[in-house]
């Protein structure tokens, strides 16, 4: 994909990702769906996004403990997968 190619960010918006705006309905709160976007740009390993969920997340006014807590808690889980792999991986 070619960083011309908004079609992603189009799909986000319309996804009612908070970073990008759009119109949402669903049941997920807006805070859930800021700290989902960053617990997902944080295990993607993206420096870029992850700042500008930081970003948007304090703006929309959540606040540093529960960023914080989001984080580790993704932390937490993807070290279970990297652990799960390790394990398994020396099994073979």
Not at 56 to 67: E, F, T
Not at 70 to 86: C, K, R
């Amino acid at each position: 994909m070619k960083y011309t190619d908004f079609s992603l960010i189009k799909a986000q918006t319309a996804a009612g990702d908070p970073v990008f705006g759009g119109h949402y309905e669903g049941e997920l709160s807006e805070r859930e769906r800021h700290l989902i976007g960053l617990a997902v740009a944080t295990t993607k390993g993206c420096p870029d996004c992850t700042a500008a969920r930081l970003k948007s997340a304090k703006k929309a006014g959540i606040s540093d403990q529960a960023i914080n807590e989001a984080i580790n808690l993704t932390a937490g889980i993807n070290a279970g997968y990297v652990i799960q792999a390790a394990v398994r991986g020396s099994e073979k």
